[in-house]
């Protein structure tokens, strides 16, 4: 070979070294190529996932990032502040225990009398928190122990732990913040015991902020999730409030000791009470999947911008053109739109429910629903939010300022508290199962939408032939309704042979640990299905295909299910249409996230920048470091 040619050679390799340099080296134009790509309308997006709360976000959003420095209290390495839900759950949770759980608490079972405690919180001049949980007991709530005792000759309740187990436990903003709590207690008077009420006790001197005497607060330290928020242990020792302090709408006691229920049968009395509490569980609702798409907003920006192997011959390519991800990422991206859609019309329904919050008849549907949603949106949340972190893996998923690690111990949080997800669906179910029994046993018509269906559901023939077979709605319907349908009355059968050998509980617990779940969480699928189809989105093929991923994934998880009961679903079918639908809606996902996520500044983690300039931020923030050098 000549000089002239070697040198002619060399130069070719050097070429073909800079562009390849150049492409695993600029994220940011790899990230605008996916953007680019998308043919979203966004403001028509944020309408439709948002709706009228958009104009609300974006403010919150405008006052974080105007005012950065208040906000960013903490490094990142000390775990974090960012506010609001994508900014730090612990801030939503800090107005949630105040206004959804102690002032909501006085609004529902409060009277005219509680006015002025209603009116200091809502001026802020209290700071609320709402003490039911005790070490001992929690779901069960008709077994907490702290006791309050009526005294006649002072006309006011004695409120005491009398037992270690007894101790109000994980009760939030209480450590520190809180001057007023609203404490659920046992009422007793005159020795004879009437069930659990609430009552407004001041555990701080609001002058000097001093714990009351009779009280001790402890703080819990570090948690392994929400660290924003302090919680707290609390103690009484013959706390002594008035007479007026008992939340007394369903039952009052009079100045001589007299106990004056307004609903008498103290089954139906303490089910009214609980479910005025309900309201904050629409927010959490929505907390799953809005915590799971700023997850996929990290996960799906870092798979644009990350490059690796591509087809042989060729440069490197972007992770997310690997159909692996594409299953990892865009699959969960189309679910979260679809739960996205449910959690605002839970939250709507909600809304519309408020004025009947004391008629059971009216609230059993969206307390059935809310009880469920909330479960499976956190367990999905927290499967989406470990994946994003596998896919920054090998390296970056282990680094704190990818803020996954941070946002799966906050969200795994909303697993448990307003009601364990396990607890909860048993109510679901009880309430599905009720539904079906009285119109098969009494003929008595279902009066709730999202069950009206039970009345006429008929098997018939359906079959799945061609591709279009997968995506009809018609088809998609009935299987959710068979499968829903089929596992209640299974269900059903089952526990009514256990019960011809044992009570209630008995035959039920074995029952519902095989059953409970599966069924919960059919009719769960059936309301997202509900929902969707009620949206006015025709003609707008992005939605139409996010809501058909959603669809392909409940035949590949329930696979067993349909084989088992002869459809003729074709499993290679399913994964065909899977891998061909979320490889075209990846085309998408960025226009979808730059949409729907709030902004870096309030989401905080650098691997979700939205200029893709993903490397250079973290050697920046690396390099930055106190301790780095
Ligand atoms: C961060 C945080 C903040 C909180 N803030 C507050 C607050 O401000 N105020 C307050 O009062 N409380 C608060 N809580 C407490 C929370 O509401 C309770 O922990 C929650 O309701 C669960 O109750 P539990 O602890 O009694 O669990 P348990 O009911 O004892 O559950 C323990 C386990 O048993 C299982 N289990 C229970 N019953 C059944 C059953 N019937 N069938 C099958 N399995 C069952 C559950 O699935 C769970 O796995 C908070 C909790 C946390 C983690």
Redesign the pocket.
């Known amino acids: 070979m000549s000089s002239e040619q070697r040198v002619k050679l060399l130069h070719q390799q050097f070429e073909a070294y800079k562009e390849m340099n150049e492409q695993v080296t600029n994220p940011i134009e790899s990230l605008q190529h996916y953007r680019q790509l998308s043919t979203i309308d966004k403001a028509k997006y944020v309408e439709i996932f948002y709706g009228r709360n958009s104009k609300y976000i974006q403010n919150l959003f405008d006052i974080v990032n105007k005012n950065l420095d208040a906000f960013m209290l903490h490094h990142l390495e000390e775990l974090a502040s960012f506010a609001m839900d994508g900014f730090d759950p612990a801030v939503c949770?800090r107005f949630g225990?105040h206004f959804s759980?102690y002032i909501k608490t006085i609004l529902n079972l409060g009277t005219e009398n509680h006015k002025q405690y209603f009116e200091n919180a809502q001026t802020l001049t209290d700071i609320g928190?709402?003490?039911?949980?005790e070490l001992g007991?929690?779901?069960?709530v008709r077994q907490v122990q702290t006791t309050a005792k009526y005294d006649k000759d002072t006309q006011t309740f004695i409120i005491n732990t009398p037992t270690d187990l007894a101790t109000?436990?994980?009760?939030?903003?209480?450590a520190n913040l809180a001057n007023m709590t609203v404490v659920?207690a046992q009422l007793y008077i005159d020795g004879k015991q009437y069930g659990v009420h609430a009552f407004l006790v001041e555990i701080r001197d609001k002058t000097n902020h001093n714990v009351k005497s009779g009280i001790t607060i402890e703080d819990f330290g570090p948690?392994n999730?929400?660290n924003g928020?302090e919680?707290g242990i609390l103690i009484f020792k013959n706390v002594r409030v008035p007479i007026a302090n008992m939340l007394d709408r369903f039952a009052i006691v009079t100045p001589s000791g007299e106990f004056k229920p307004s609903i008498e049968d103290p089954d139906k009395r303490f089910a009214v009470q609980l479910a005025s509490l309900l309201g904050g569980r629409g927010t959490l609702i929505y907390y799953g999947p809005i915590t799971s798409l700023n997850a996929l907003d990290i996960g799906i920006r870092y798979a644009a911008i990350r490059k690796q192997v591509g087809l042989s011959g060729e440069k490197e390519q972007s992770i997310l053109e690997y159909p692996l991800t594409q299953l990892r990422l865009i699959v969960p991206l189309a679910s979260t739109l679809v739960y996205m859609i449910a959690a605002k019309a839970i939250n709507n329904l909600w809304d519309t429910t408020q004025n009947n919050v004391f008629n059971p008849n009216k609230m059993a549907e969206i307390h059935a629903l809310s009880s469920v949603l909330k479960g499976k949106f956190a367990t999905f949340s927290n499967k989406v939010i470990l994946e994003c972190r596998y896919i920054l893996r090998g390296s970056q998923g282990q680094h704190p300022f990818n803020k996954l690690g941070v946002m799966l111990h906050d969200q795994d949080?909303n697993n448990?508290?307003?009601?364990?997800?396990?607890?909860f669906m048993?109510q679901t179910l009880k309430f599905c199962m009720d539904q079906k029994n009285k119109f098969i046993n009494n003929q008595q018509p279902i009066q709730y939408p999202s069950l009206k269906f039970l009345q006429t559901f008929k098997i018939r023939p359906i079959k799945f032939a061609k591709d279009e077979d997968y995506f009809c709605p018609k088809n998609i319907q009935y299987l959710l309704e068979y499968k829903f349908d089929k596992q209640l009355n299974n269900f059903i059968q089952d526990l009514t042979a256990n019960l011809s050998n044992y009570d209630m509980l008995k035959s039920w617990?074995p029952s519902?640990?095989f059953k409970g779940q599966q069924i919960s969480n059919s009719y769960a699928d059936l309301y997202c299905f509900q929902k969707w189809q009620e949206l006015n989105i025709k003609n707008d093929s992005v939605l139409e295909r996010a809501f058909q991923i959603w669809c392909l994934t409940i035949f590949e998880n329930e696979q067993e299910f349909y084989k088992n009961n002869e459809f003729n679903i074709s499993e290679a079918a399913v994964k065909r249409l899977l891998m061909k639908l979320s490889n075209q809606f990846k085309d998408e996902a960025i226009g979808i996230i730059d949409a729907l996520v709030p902004p870096d500044e309030v989401l905080g983690s650098i691997f979700g920048s939205q200029d893709g300039d993903i490397y250079n931020k973290f050697m920046q923030k690396i390099c930055n470091g106190k301790n780095t050098f």
């Open positions: 949770v225990v759980l928190s709402f003490s039911l949980t007991h929690g779901s069960n109000k436990f994980w009760i939030g903003s209480k659920f948690k999730g929400l928020i919680n949080i448990i508290w307003e009601g364990d997800a396990n607890v048993q617990n519902f640990a």
